[in-house]
C-alpha cells in the first residue's frame, strides 16, 4: 500500500474534453429511463444520487431484489451490518439460483427461447443453440449425478473446463444442490489448479478429456490428474469428452460425463439455501502473492448482476448479448452465466482464438448470430488495433447498438478506435469499472449518460462509490486518492476461504480506525474524478509511480505511448532513481510494419512529453517483441521491473506467455 506518502498530490496531466451524448432513442427506450420515469425523477445526477444515498439506498436494492429475483421464502432484513466487515443481505430469506436462471424459463414462456448459441471453434463443427428447456433438462440430469457421487450441500467442486456449454452446466448443476463451485480457468497450469483445489479442499473436479486451441486438440486431463495428486480431498474426476483425446482414467476415481448422466431423471428438486449460502469460491488473478479464495453468496448474486447487467447493458427480450470473457473470470460468472440467464436472455459463448482461423472471427460471429451488445477489454481491442481496421471492416456489423469495455483502464485512443472501427462511430461504450471482489459493476455510465472516453464515469445506483486520501478525507474534484466503496451492497465479496486475517488486512483495514469510516472498503485503486465529477481509473495502487515528487500512474504513461501511431502495447515502469525517486522506463511494442530505431524511441519520448507533459515522459523507451502477461491479459508489470533491473522475477507459472520474459532486456 501506498502507505509512506502521506500527500496526495496527483497531477492530472490531461483533462478530457471530448463529450459523446447518448442518442436519443437509445436513452427514451431505455430500462433505465422507464424506471426513472415510473419513480418520477427528472435526472440522472439526482436518480444516481437518491439510490446510493444514506436513506433510500436499502429500499433501492429491496425493490430490486424483488424486481429480479423469485425468493422461495421471503427475507425480512434487507441487510445486517451487525458483524461488520461481515455484511449479510436478504437475512431470513431462502433461495435457489438455479431455479432462478433456468427452471423458471423453462417452465414458462421461455421454454424454447435460446439461451446459448454456442460456436465452437473448428470451423466445421455446427454451432449449437441451447434453449432454456434443455438447459434445464441437462443441468438436471448432471445435478442428478452429482448427486448420485454423494456430493451434496457445502461441498466444494472444481470445475477445470473450456468455453463450451457443459462449464455453465456444471455450476449451474452445483448451485442446484448448492454444492460451492470453484471455476479455475482452463489456461492455468496443474499447479494453478492443485493449490486452488487443495485450498478449498475441492471432494471433485470436473474436466475435460481436451480442448481446441487454433485448430489442434490441448488435452486437459492430464493436468486434473497432477492436480489431484496434491489435493488430498479430491475423490472424483468427472471428465467431459470435447476433444477426442485419449485418456488415462482412473478406476474407482474417474467417471466419463456421458456415463454419469445416462438414464439420470430430467428432473431435480432444488435445494433451498440461505441467501448467504455461497455461491462460488473464486480465486483473484492477483500480480502478487497467493491467489485469494474470494467467497461469494447466492442471494446477492442472484440480484447485482441482474440488475447491472438489465440497467448498464439495457438488455430487451429480442438482444443478443456478447461477453466475451472467459467463464473462467468473475466477468464470465457474473455476465455470462447468471446475470444473462437470470433475465432470461440469449447470450453468445465462444469457444476459441480470437485469431482463429484469422482475425476476422469475432467480427463473423457477430454478423453470423446478429450480435447486438458487446462486452469486451482493452487488451484485445488493443490488439485488434494492432491488426489494423481491415478485419472488422469486412463484416457486417450493424446488428450492433451498444458496446462495452472491462479489466483495465481503456486508453482513450483505443476508446476512439473501438467506438469507430466496431461502433460505426455512433455506439456508446459502457467502461464498467469493478473486480473480482464485487462481483458487479460499480461503476459505469447508463445508457442515458454522457461519455468522456476513458473514463468509467459514475458510481451506479445503489452504490457508493467515493475516492479518499490517506486520512479518509474525501479528495476534492481534480484530485486523486483511493477508491473506496462506502456502502455494502449485495455482491460484495463475503470472505477470503479461510483466511480471516488476510480479508481484514486487504480491504478494511486501511480506514477502520478512522473516525466515521470504519467498513470503508478499500478497492486497491488510484482514481481521480475531473471537475464534473467523472471517475477515472489510474490503475492499482501499487502501480503508481513516484517521479521528482508526483504521482503518475503506469497506466497514464502506458497510455499515452500507445495513443502514438506506431506503438501498438506499452509497458511502464519506474526505475530508482537518486534525484528523483524513480525515473520512468518503458518498453513498447511496435505495430505491424514499424522498425525499432533509435530516433523513434526518442519521437516516444517527445510524444509523451507532449501529451503528459516532461514530468511523464520516459527516460527510456527500449523495444520489446512481446510483453509477460497474466491470462486475463493484464501485462506483468512486476514481472518486468524485476527482470530489467535485474532481480529474480518470482512466480511466473501463471503468466499467459512465460517466455516473454526473456525477451525483457537487463536495463542497469
Ligand atoms: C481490477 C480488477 C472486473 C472483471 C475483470 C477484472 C482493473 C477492471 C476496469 C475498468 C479501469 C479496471 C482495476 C480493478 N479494472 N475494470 N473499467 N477501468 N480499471 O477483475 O482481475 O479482479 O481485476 O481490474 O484495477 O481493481 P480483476
Same mark, same amino acid.
Given at each position: 500500500m501506498a502507505g509512506e506518502e502521506k500527500k496526495l498530490k496527483t497531477a492530472v496531466f490531461q483533462e478530457e474534453t471530448r463529450i459523446f451524448n447518448p442518442p436519443k432513442d437509445l436513452v427514451e427506450n431505455s430500462n433505465v429511463m422507464k424506471w426513472m420515469k415510473k419513480k418520477g425523477f427528472k435526472t440522472e445526477k439526482e436518480m444516481r444520487a437518491w439510490c446510493s444515498s444514506d436513506e433510500h439506498y436499502l429500499e433501492f436494492w429491496d425493490e430490486m431484489a424483488k424486481t429480479y429475483v423469485d425468493w422461495h421464502k421471503p427475507y425480512t432484513k434487507v441487510m445486517d451490518d451487525s458483524e461488520m466487515p461481515y455484511f449479510h443481505w436478504f437475512t431470513g430469506g431462502e433461495i435457489n439460483i438455479t431455479y432462478n436462471a433456468v427452471d423458471r424459463h423453462a417452465k414458462g414462456k421461455k421454454k424454447d427461447k435460446v439461451a446459448y448459441i454456442w460456436i465452437p471453434e473448428p470451423t466445421d463443427q455446427p454451432t449449437q443453440k441451447i434453449t432454456y428447456g434443455d438447459l434445464y433438462k441437462e443441468v438436471n440430469k448432471f445435478a442428478n449425478g452429482l448427486k448420485s457421487l454423494g456430493l451434496k450441500k457445502g461441498d466444494r467442486v472444481s470445475i477445470y473446463m473450456p468455453m463450451i456449454p457443459q462449464l455453465p452446466i456444471a455450476m449451474l448443476a452445483c448451485a442446484k444442490l448448492g454444492i460451492i463451485h470453484s471455476v479455475v480457468f482452463s489456461g492455468f497450469s496443474s499447479k494453478g489448479l492443485m493449490d486452488r483445489a487443495a485450498d478449498c479442499g475441492s471432494r471433485a473436479i470436473i474436466t475435460v478429456d481436451g480442448f481446441y486451441r487454433r485448430g489442434k486438440p490441448v488435452p486437459l486431463k492430464q493436468n486434473a490428474d497432477e492436480a489431484a495428486a496434491g489435493a488430498p480431498a479430491v475423490e472424483k474426476i468427472i471428465?467431459?469428452? $470435447?476433444?477426442? @483425446?485419449? @485418456?488415462?482414467?482412473?478406476?474407482g476415481r474417474d467417471v466419463w460425463w456421458h456415463d454419469l448422466v445416462k438414464g439420470r431423471s430430467e428432473e431435480c428438486e432444488p435445494v433451498w439455501v440461505d441467501p448467504e449460502h455461497r455461491l462460488y469460491i473464486l +480465486?483473484?488473478?492477483? =500480480? =502478487? /502473492?497467493?491467489?485469494?479464495?474470494? *467467497?461469494?453468496?447466492?442471494g446477492g448474486n442472484a440480484v447485482g448482476p441482474a440488475q447491472t447487467l438489465h440497467w448498464v447493458f439495457d438488455l430487451k427480450e429480442n438482444d443478443v448479448w456478447w461477453c466475451t470473457a472467459d467463464i473462467g473470470w468473475? =466477468? /464470465?460468472?457474473?455476465?455470462? @452465466? +447468471?446475470a444473462p440467464l437470470i433475465l432470461g436472455m440469449t447470450g453468445l459463448m465462444y469457444e476459441g482464438a480470437a485469431d482463429y482461423p484469422d482475425f476476422g472471427r469475432w467480427w463473423k460471429n457477430i454478423q453470423d448470430h446478429k450480435v447486438t451488445v458487446l462486452y469486451t477489454a482493452p487488451t484485445a481491442i488493443r490488439m485488434f488495433m494492432k491488426q489494423g481496421p481491415q478485419w472488422p471492416a469486412k463484416y457486417d456489423l450493424s446488428s450492433l447498438r451498444l458496446l462495452g469495455s472491462v479489466g483495465e483502464p481503456i486508453n482513450p485512443e483505443a476508446?476512439?478506435?473501438?467506438? *469507430?472501427? #466496431? /461502433? $460505426?462511430?455512433?455506439l456508446q461504450i459502457m467502461d464498467t469499472w469493478w473486480q473480482t471482489e464485487t462481483g458487479t459493476f460499480l461503476n459505469s455510465p447508463l445508457p442515458i449518460t454522457p461519455l468522456k472516453p476513458g473514463s468509467c464515469t459514475f458510481p451506479l445506483p445503489g452504490y457508493d462509490i467515493s475516492i479518499l486520501d490517506e486520512d479518509g478525507k474525501e479528495v476534492p474534484l481534480g484530485q486523486g486518492g483511493n477508491i473506496v466503496s462506502l456502502k455494502p451492497y449485495p455482491s460484495m465479496l463475503r470472505a477470503f476461504w479461510g483466511d480471516k486475517e488476510r480479508f481484514m488486512k486487504e480491504y478494511w483495514q486501511f480506514y477502520w480506525d478512522v473516525p466515521g469510516r470504519r467498513g470503508v472498503y478499500l478497492a486497491g485503486d488510484k482514481a481521480q474524478r475531473d471537475k464534473d465529477g467523472y471517475f477515472f481509473i489510474q490503475g492499482r495502487i501499487d502501480d503508481v509511480l513516484s517521479v521528482a515528487g508526483h504521482r503518475i500512474a503506469n497506466a497514464e504513461v502506458e497510455s499515452? %505511448?500507445?495513443a502514438h501511431p506506431k506503438i501498438a502495447e506499452a509497458a511502464v515502469i519506474g526505475k530508482p532513481d537518486e534525484v528523483k525517486g524513480e525515473s520512468i522506463v518503458a518498453f513498447v511494442i511496435l505495430r505491424i510494419g514499424n522498425d525499432p530505431s533509435p530516433e523513434l524511441a526518442k519521437d516516444a519520448i517527445a510524444f509523451v512529453r507532449k501529451t503528459l507533459g516532461p514530468v511523464a515522459a520516459p527516460s527510456e523507451v527500449h523495444f520489446v517483441n512481446d510483453l509477460p502477461k497474466t491470462r486475463s491479459g493484464k501485462i506483468m508489470r512486476r514481472v518486468v521491473k524485476a527482470k530489467s533491473l535485474g532481480n529474480p522475477v518470482g512466480d511466473i507459472?501463471? %503468466?499467459?506467455?512465460? *517466455?516473454? @520474459?526473456?525477451? #525483457?532486456?537487463? #536495463?542497469?
Open positions: 471428465v467431459y469428452k $470435447r476433444a477426442g @483425446v485419449d @485418456v488415462a482414467m482412473k478406476e +480465486y483473484t488473478s492477483g =500480480t =502478487t /502473492g497467493k491467489p485469494k479464495g474470494i *467467497e461469494h453468496a447466492t468473475v =466477468t /464470465g460468472h457474473s455476465y455470462i @452465466v +447468471y476508446w476512439m478506435w473501438y467506438r *469507430e472501427h #466496431i /461502433g $460505426r462511430n455512433e499515452a %505511448l500507445v507459472s501463471t %503468466l499467459m506467455n512465460p *517466455e516473454a @520474459v526473456d525477451h #525483457i532486456p537487463l #536495463i542497469v
